[in-house]
C-alpha cells in the first residue's frame, strides 16, 4: 500500500494528521506539485483527476479523495474513533467536517487559485480542460471566510474541540483549512475562541505530520 | 424527530430518497424556498445557517448538512448498507460521493446560482452577507459539468451502480445532481451509460420521495 503524498497541500495533509492520529505508518510517495508531478502522464496513470493524495492498494486499485482515504483506515481500525461511534457523534462529526469544508475550505481555495498567476487558466485544482481564474471568486472567498471564521469561533466558545467532547475528524479538517487559508492571505486575528482551539490542535504531535 | 424539508431543493431530496431506501418514516415540516421560508427568523431560530434540509431530533439538537442527517440514520439503522459494509466499499462509495459533489454538483450550483436574477446579491446557497452573482460562474460550471459528465459516463460503462456492485449514497448523491443540473441547462445528452443508469435509478420507488 503506497499514499501519495505532497509536502505542504492540505488535502494530503489532512490524510497524514489523521493517519498520525491512529497511529497508522504507510509508504509515502512524494509528488512534487511545485513542478506539476500531479498532471505528469506517470502520476495521471495512477489518478486520473491528477490530484493528490491517492491511495494505491496492494491490488493496484487507487481511492482519491482525502476523506475517502481516512474512511478506508477507520472501517478497518476504528479504536480510537475519528468519524464518532455512537450516532449522534457521528453526525455532528460530518455536520462540522462539511461545513468547514464548504463554507471555509472553499472560501480559501476561492482566493488561493484565483489570485496567484501560477495558477492562471487552472482555477479548479486538478486536471480540467483550461479553466480561467476569476478574480472576483478570491474577493467572494474572503467575504465567505469572514462569516465562516465568526460562526466557527462563536460555536468554540462552548466547547473545547468542534464536534462532541473529544478531538476528531472535524478538528483535522478544520486544522488543514486554517492553515491553508493563512497561506491565501485569510486570517482568523480576532476570533479568540479559535486561536486558543488552533493552539492546541497544532500542539499535538500529529500536526507536524 | 421532525425533518424540515423542501420540495424540489436537491439537498433534501437527497435525504427522501436515502430514507425511502431505509424505509424510514418521521414528520417532515416543509419550508416553501419560493417565498424565502429559509431565511425566515422562524427557520434560523431552527437552522442559523438558513439552508433545508435540516432534521432536529427530540431534544431539540437540529442536525445540519444532508450527508449528516443520512449517516445519522445510517449509524442507527445500518441495513441495507447505502456507505457500505467493508472498508474499502466505504472507501469507494465516499470517494464517488465526494467526487459527485465537487465536480458535479459544484458545477450545477455555479451555474443555477450565478444566472437566475432571482439569486441576485445571493451568489451561495444559505444565510451569507451580501454576496454578488459572478456570471463567469455560470461558464466555468458549463466547463465542469462537460467533463465531469464524460468521467461518470465512462465510469458506469464498467458496471451498473456507481460505486461497486450495489445501489448505494453515491448513487442517490448522483441521481439527485444530474437531475438539478438539468434545472441549470446542463444535460448528459450523449452520455450513454449515465442514459441507462439515470433510467435504472429514477425508475426505483425511492426517486418520488
Redesign the interface.
Known sequence: MKLYDAAWAPSPRRVRIYLAEKGIEIERVPVDLRRDEQLSDAYLAINP?GAVPALE?DDG?V???S???C???E??NPAPPLF?A???D???I??WT??IESDGYVAAAYAFRNSLPVFKDR??TGK??P??Q?P??AT?GA??W??FAE?LDEHLGHGEWIAGDAYSFADITALVTVDFAAKAGLDTHGCGHIGRWHKAAAARPSAGA
Open positions: 483527476r492498494l486499485e481511492i482519491t479523495e476523506a475517502a482515504i474512511r478506508y483506515f472501517a478497518a464518532g455512537t450516532p449522534i457521528i453526525a455532528r460530518e455536520s462539511r461545513r482555477g479548479v480540467w480542460p479553466i480561467p476569476i472576483e471568486l467572494r467575504v465567505m469572514k462569516a460562526g
